[in-house]
T-cell receptor
Framework: GENVEQHPSTLSVQEGDSAVIKCTYSDSASNYFPWYKQELGKRPQLIIDIRSNVGEKKDQRIAVTLNKTAKHFSLHITETQPEDSAVYFCAASNNAGNMLTFGGGTRLMVKP | NAGVTQTPKFQVLKTGQSMTLQCAQDMNHNSMYWYRQDPGMGLRLIYYSASEGTTDKGEVPNGYNVSRLNKREFSLRLESAAPSQTSVYFC?????????????FGPGTRLTVL
């Protein structure tokens, strides 16, 4: 089955700096890669996703890049703000499975 | 729309007790999922249902059973709770019956087994 690894497990940045979280996956058939944000005590919520026919996708301060050859994808957050502080999860899925496999999560702390 | 709802929000059980976690969605979604979240281990899939009347095992199904009662409701049952099942349980749903796409999560149930 699919295995998703996520790094780093914790990340601390100054407000205004950029943050990068990286994930690798094992199943070459995976073609959908979402990122979820989970604030403390809340439910996970999708912030951005990318499909394998696209190499990069942006939404305001958030971007995701995908390298299918190397089987890794990354989340980039620019101009970080204190409200970006949360746990971020990457995940991978393929069309056949109807399932998501999640990485272990990254706790991002943005210091004012 | 309430989205995905879960009951109860919190529960404390003794080892060996049984209970059912309830999940309902009002978005007319076909697929529903049960995950558990343990510290440092992300979300792990327990069971899922691609449509009414079908269920499939996920990554960690042992010790659990599920019922897809109708299109709206998907319940998770612990027949004989163990301390290792202490976790936060999330239900999720998505529109399709196959393929991939955004999953919408419920607020979670925090379960402690003593």
């Amino acid at each position: 089955g699919e295995n998703v690894e996520q790094h780093p497990s914790t990340l601390s940045v100054q407000e205004g700096d950029s943050a990068v979280i990286k994930c690798t996956y094992s199943d070459s058939a995976s073609n959908y890669f979402p990122w979820y944000k989970q604030e403390l005590g809340k439910r996970p919520q999708l912030i951005i996703d990318i499909r394998s026919n696209v190499g990069e996708k942006k939404d305001q301060r958030i971007a995701v890049t995908l390298n299918k050859t190397a089987k890794h994808f990354s989340l980039h957050i620019t101009e970080t703000q204190p409200e970006d502080s949360a746990v971020y999860f990457c995940a991978a899925s393929n069309n056949a499975g109807n399932m998501l496999t999640f990485g272990g999560g990254t706790r991002l702390m943005v210091k004012p | 729309n309430a989205g995905v709802t879960q009951t109860p929000k919190f529960q404390v059980l003794k080892t060996g007790q049984s209970m059912t976690l309830q999940c309902a969605q009002d978005m007319n979604h076909n697929s529903m999922y049960w995950y558990r979240q343990d510290p440092g281990m992300g979300l792990r899939l327990i069971y899922y249902s691609a449509s009414e009347g079908t269920t499939d095992k996920g990554e960690v199904p042992n010790g659990y059973n599920v019922s897809r009662l109708n299109k709206r409701e998907f319940s998770l049952r612990l027949e004989s709770a163990a301390p290792s099942q202490t976790s936060v349980y999330f239900c999720a749903s998505r529109p399709g019956t196959s393929g991939s796409g955004e999953q919408f999560f419920g607020p979670g149930t925090r379960l402690t087994v003593l």
